[in-house]
């Protein structure tokens, strides 16, 4: 039997959401439990993000009368991943464990005193299929004092979205210019932040908002965080996993654990080798993942015998990088550019090859795809005089004088004809002569033949609400411009296979026994695809909930 320097009944290695979240069922349930990060951080990659988690049937939908049900959840998940065969991530019942458990998991947060809430309309990525949810099945916190975490409040990790603003708020703002109801949130916005100055507070939103309010929560439960501990290896006794070797004061410590370990350690977003390996073409500086984002924790597990799936598989986020912000751990996110009127992409011949609109993880193996066939990495957004009075682009605002390092850079090319353009980005004038021709000319009839853009609510969603077409846009007004367009990511979506109780799998299908896994670090539950906002954060807590009730059960 192995010697430990200290023992709790569980131990969770990565602070992200699906970690917090299983620890506080636990100590609910009054088990020990200590969260290891190796970061000076908390909160993974999920306090950084969007904070969003896709929820089917949850309560806020039947508050605010959306309908929804398991059965009509289930057959969008069928549409969509239920057909793949090369996902071991996925199967049916890990699909209805997912849909069933996940509101029970959102009704367990609530009752612990998480203020939660929905976004008000954020469609499904593939609201074309049957039983998907066009007003959406996303499940937000609401915005929170990080005040109120004291000392711990240093610790949290930062939300790339630094105002005290909502992001059903953020959401709307971008119409600032041609709606009322963005003009009224940029009042509340003011309002707030004013009042929060004088009140001594300091909201943050979206993942932070998320993750703040389950630590504070956790901290409140007595569950012990560790930053800088790092684990090194899963200590194993008789085919169980018993403990995990970190460090504490700089020195080798070894935990152990009387019901368990549950690894939410991330993916390998920030290992290049790894991305070498199983994606090639892509790059760690394309990511919006956080510093330890690194992998080991999938190969420690590995080395016990776990079985890997969908490695190949990241959650793309189409970025642009402007000129200093080469280094910057957070680039533009660029998904709203080529959705947009007025707006396409173009691979490195001139040619459009996808609908602009969509999922991100689709655009961005799209954007894959095509580069094994055609250079199409990067692409080009080709884009003329209208976009730029009425679209944001690349965090600057619609309208707005573009900084002059963009053009002398080349970060952004100008010119007063799409011939002329071409010429910039070398690629042949005819060539794009005729794609933007063939697009106006779907614009003048209203429908996009080659790839239906415009045609799913999500895609009209992503594109300008105000606009005559939502999607459509004739590229017709001088200058035209082209900007760089790279398939980053917010983190891979491939690691260990996992049961319908989040127990990690070898490859013959047998049990390691005290080994669970959730988040990135898992072939996620979704197979190959990513049915809406939150398809990653979601995932995590509900498997991190999921975990809790079978430690307990078998306790």
């Known amino acids: 039997m192995a010697a430990f320097d200290e023992t709790f009944d569980f131990v969770v290695v990565g602070s992200g959401g699906g970690s917090m979240c299983c620890a506080l069922a636990l100590r609910t349930a009054g088990k020990s439990v200590a969260i290891l990060e190796k970061t000076d951080l908390i909160g993974g990659t999920t306090a950084r993000s969007g904070g969003v988690m896709w929820i089917p049937d949850n309560r806020f939908m039947k508050r605010d009368g959306v309908p929804d049900s398991t059965k009509q959840a289930i057959t969008y998940l069928n549409a969509l991943s239920g057909n793949t065969n090369d996902a071991p991530g996925t199967s049916a019942e890990r699909r209805q464990i997912y849909v069933t458990q996940g509101k029970e998991m959102v009704d367990f947060l609530v009752a612990q005193g998480i203020k939660l809430n929905r976004v008000s309309y954020w469609p499904d990525y593939h609201d074309e299929l049957p039983g998907s949810s066009e007003k959406g099945r996303t499940v937000v916190a609401e915005l929170f004092n990080v005040n109120e ?3 711990w409040k240093a610790k949290l990790r930062p939300n790339f979205i630094p105002m005290m603003s909502t992001l059903d708020e953020m959401l709307k703002l971008r119409f600032i210019k041609k709606s009322w109801e963005a003009k009224r949130i940029a009042v509340r916005f003011g309002l707030r932040t004013i009042f929060a100055k004088l009140t001594g507070k300091h909201y943050v939103t979206a993942g932070a908002a998320l993750q703040g309010r389950m630590f504070q929560a956790t901290l409140k439960a007595g569950v012990e965080f560790r930053t800088e501990s790092p684990v090194t290896e899963l200590i194993v006794d008789g085919g169980k996993v018993v403990g995990v070797m970190t460090t504490k004061d700089g020195k080798p410590w070894r935990i152990g654990t009387r019901l368990g370990v549950l690894v939410n350690a991330g993916g390998f977003a920030k290992n290049q080798a790894m ?19 690194t992998g080991e924790m999938i190969r420690e597990m590995q080395r016990h015998g776990a079985a890997l799936g ?10 642009a990088i402007p000129p200093g912000m080469e280094e910057e751990p957070i680039k533009p996110v660029v998904q709203g550019v080529t959705a947009a009127p ?4 173009v691979d490195q011949s001139g040619v459009r090859y996808m609908n602009e609109g969509g999922s991100y993880m689709a655009y961005c193996k799209g954007m894959l795809n095509r580069h094994q066939i055609t250079p199409a990495v990067p692409s080009w957004a080709i884009m003329d005089q209208q976009f730029m009075d009425q679209s944001m682009l690349a965090g600057t605002m619609a309208g707005s004088t573009k900084p002059k390092s963009w053009f002398e850079t ?8 799409i011939e002329e353009l071409a ?14 021709d063939r697009f106006n000319g779907f614009v003048v009839q209203g429908h996009d033949d080659d790839f239906n853009r415009g045609d799913r609510a999500y ?3 992503l594109g300008d609400h105000f606009a005559p077409n939502a999607s459509l846009g004739a590229i017709e007004k001088g200058p035209f411009f082209a900007m760089q367009v790279l398939p980053g990511d917010v983190g891979t979506y491939g690691g260990v296979v996992t049961d319908a109780d989040a127990r990690v799998l070898r490859d013959d299908g047998t049990v390691i026994e005290g080994l669970y896994a959730t988040g990135v670090s898992t072939a996620s539950s979704m197979g190959r695809s990513y ?14 909930y999921v975990t809790a009730k079978h430690v307990l059960a078998h306790a």
């Open 310 to 319: 969908q490695m190949e598989e990241m959650v793309g986020n189409q970025i």
């Open 342 to 345: 007025h707006c396409i992409l």
């Open 459 to 461: 895609d009209r969603w």
């Open 531 to 544: 049915p809406g906002a939150g398809a990653s954060v979601g995932p995590s807590f509900v498997w991190g």
């Open 410 to 417: 080349g970060f952004l090319r100008k010119a007063d004809s």
């Open 423 to 436: 010429g910039q980005i070398a690629i042949d004038p005819v060539a794009l002569r005729e794609t933007v």
């Open 275 to 293: 991305r070498d390996q199983y994606i090639p073409g892509t790059s760690t500086n394309w990511s919006l993942a956080t510093e330890g984002d």
């Open 149 to 151: 975490l004291g000392p």
